[in-house]
């Protein structure tokens, strides 16, 4: 394992304080884009593509033998934050921050690349280096899908990386089956009908209704779903009404749903209209819902699995390799990839100390760059891996 005070101060580091200076949002990533391309346009590869599903790269290289197409995967954007961490690589744009990393997976994949180019003889098969917008809720891997990024060359594999805080450097957290939620939302209006607050007879009160709902629908998961899947239903906003003493039209709530069983996750809707159903005859209410499935759970599939613990055990060791319990009901959009095709989906540990222990979107992130080194020998390792 790396010495305590190994930072490399290589290409890695450079690269990753470049990005994490220029930030850009979801959907947005134009300059890292052409920072990508700029970076990959002399490696010789045999395809480049940008503008994949908007703002996302590209790029294929053939190996020297024979073996599966492997897509490598890092996404580019960053977070509507503002940068509290007082360093010279901090964020020059207002507002705009790479409060998850996102920095630090582009600059890993960029020198994994280099190197593997270097190495195709010895490259089993082909590497197609994904770089991929707007993660952040924006569902960019789904529109690099759409855009033809799993065809020409066919994907038989898929392999992502995240480095997390929540784990020390050195570390690499992996699972098997469902890695990360699902993360769906929605919007619910619940609507009666308004007038004097101290004449309640003569309205529909949506409040006295919401406040019911917000407490029923907690049965779902306490009541409906088995203990051993795991699911959050989470009401995170409620708005009604305008002053003390009026009764309002409507109630507006909005929320999110987690869970990492696909059955579970598609039966909330319809066990929440059935509560809703109840809650209108009991209440004289009617309601509106807007259910958006967002990010499916992200799936691992056990012989990729077993590909990541490989090149593990050479890169950390096997008892650095551990099951990361604690951030589960994250959600990532690599889920949509993993759908289609066999992938694998981990975490590099980069808590090196009080500085680099924050939570991700947090405005004081910020990561130990070793874990730099640690992802690109993982990347490295995985192109080599063959079948
Ligand atoms: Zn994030
Ligand atoms: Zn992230």
Not at 52 to 62: C, E, H, I, P, S
Not at 201 to 220: G, K, L
């Given at each position: 394992?790396?010495?305590?005070?190994?930072?490399?101060?290589?290409?890695?580091?450079?690269?990753?304080?470049?990005?994490?200076?220029?930030?850009?949002?979801?959907?947005?990533?134009?300059?890292?884009?052409?920072?990508?391309?700029?970076?990959?346009?002399?490696?010789?590869?045999?395809?480049?593509?940008?503008?994949?599903?908007?703002?996302?790269?590209?790029?294929?290289?053939?190996?020297?033998?024979?073996?599966?197409?492997?897509?490598?995967?890092?996404?580019?954007?960053?977070?509507?934050?503002?940068?509290?961490?007082?360093?010279?690589?901090?964020?020059?744009?207002?507002?705009?921050?790479?409060?998850?990393?996102?920095?630090?997976?582009?600059?890993?994949?960029?020198?994994?690349?280099?190197?593997?180019?270097?190495?195709?003889?010895?490259?089993?098969?082909?590497?197609?280096?994904?770089?991929?917008?707007?993660?952040?809720?924006?569902?960019?891997?789904?529109?690099?899908?759409?855009?033809?990024?799993?065809?020409?060359?066919?994907?038989?594999?898929?392999?992502?990386?995240?480095?997390?805080?929540?784990?020390?450097?050195?570390?690499?957290?992996?699972?098997?089956?469902?890695?990360?939620?699902?993360?769906?939302?929605?919007?619910?209006?619940?609507?009666?009908?308004?007038?004097?607050?101290?004449?309640?007879?003569?309205?529909?009160?949506?409040?006295?209704?919401?406040?019911?709902?917000?407490?029923?629908?907690?049965?779902?998961?306490?009541?409906?779903?088995?203990?051993?899947?795991?699911?959050?239903?989470?009401?995170?906003?409620?708005?009604?009404?305008?002053?003390?003493?009026?009764?309002?039209?409507?109630?507006?709530?909005?929320?999110?749903?987690?869970?990492?069983?696909?059955?579970?996750?598609?039966s909330i809707p319809e066990r929440m209209e059935r509560i809703l159903r109840g809650l209108c005859e009991a209440m004289r209410v009617s309601y509106d819902l807007d259910y958006v499935f967002a990010y499916p759970p992200t799936v691992n599939d056990a012989a990729?699995?077993?590909?990541?613990?490989?090149?593990?055990?050479?890169?950390?060791?096997?008892?650095?390799?551990?099951?990361?319990?604690?951030?589960?009901?994250?959600?990532?959009?690599?889920?949509?990839?993993?759908e289609q095709r066999p992938g694998a989906y981990f975490i590099v540990g980069a808590r090196g100390g009080e500085s680099t222990s924050y939570p991700h979107h947090n405005a004081r992130f910020d990561i130990d760059e070793r874990a730099l080194e640690v992802g690109?020998?993982?990347?490295?390792?995985?192109?080599?891996?063959?079948?």
């Amino acid at each position: 394992m790396l010495a305590p005070d190994t930072v490399p101060t290589s290409a890695l580091v450079r690269a990753r304080r470049h990005l994490h200076r220029h930030p850009e949002l979801s959907l947005a990533e134009y300059e890292t884009a052409k920072y990508v391309a700029d970076a990959l346009a002399p490696l010789g590869l045999d395809a480049l593509r940008t503008d994949v599903g908007k703002t996302g790269v590209l790029g294929t290289l053939a190996g020297g033998r024979p073996g599966p197409v492997t897509l490598l995967r890092a996404d580019m954007d960053a977070l509507p934050i503002a940068e509290l961490n007082d360093v010279d690589y901090a964020s020059d744009r207002a507002g705009v921050m790479h409060a998850c990393g996102h920095d630090g997976h582009v600059s890993i994949l960029l020198a994994a690349a280099r190197t593997l180019a270097e190495r195709r003889a010895e490259v089993a098969g082909t590497l197609v280096f994904c770089f991929q917008p707007a993660e952040e809720g924006y569902a960019g891997a789904q529109l690099m899908i759409d855009d033809g990024a799993l065809e020409n060359p066919h994907v038989d594999r898929t392999f992502a990386l995240h480095l997390y805080t929540g784990l020390d450097v050195g570390k690499i957290g992996i699972r098997d089956g469902p890695f990360f939620a699902s993360s769906d939302r929605f919007t619910l209006r619940i609507k009666g009908k308004g007038g004097h607050g101290a004449m309640p007879q003569t309205s529909i009160d949506p409040v006295v209704a919401s406040a019911h709902f917000v407490t029923m629908v907690q049965t779902i998961v306490s009541r409906e779903v088995a203990p051993k899947d795991p699911a959050v239903f989470t009401i995170g906003k409620i708005s009604a009404g305008t002053t003390f003493n009026a009764i309002p039209d409507e109630a507006e709530l909005m929320g999110t749903v987690r869970a990492f069983d696909e059955q579970v996750r598609r039966s909330i809707p319809e066990r929440m209209e059935r509560i809703l159903r109840g809650l209108c005859e009991a209440m004289r209410v009617s309601y509106d819902l807007d259910y958006v499935f967002a990010y499916p759970p992200t799936v691992n599939d056990a012989a990729m699995n077993d590909v990541v613990r490989r090149v593990g055990r050479d890169v950390v060791g096997e008892h650095e390799m551990v099951d990361p319990h604690d951030i589960v009901t994250w959600a990532e959009d690599m889920s949509f990839m993993q759908e289609q095709r066999p992938g694998a989906y981990f975490i590099v540990g980069a808590r090196g100390g009080e500085s680099t222990s924050y939570p991700h979107h947090n405005a004081r992130f910020d990561i130990d760059e070793r874990a730099l080194e640690v992802g690109y020998r993982m990347m490295v390792g995985l192109g080599l891996a063959g079948a």
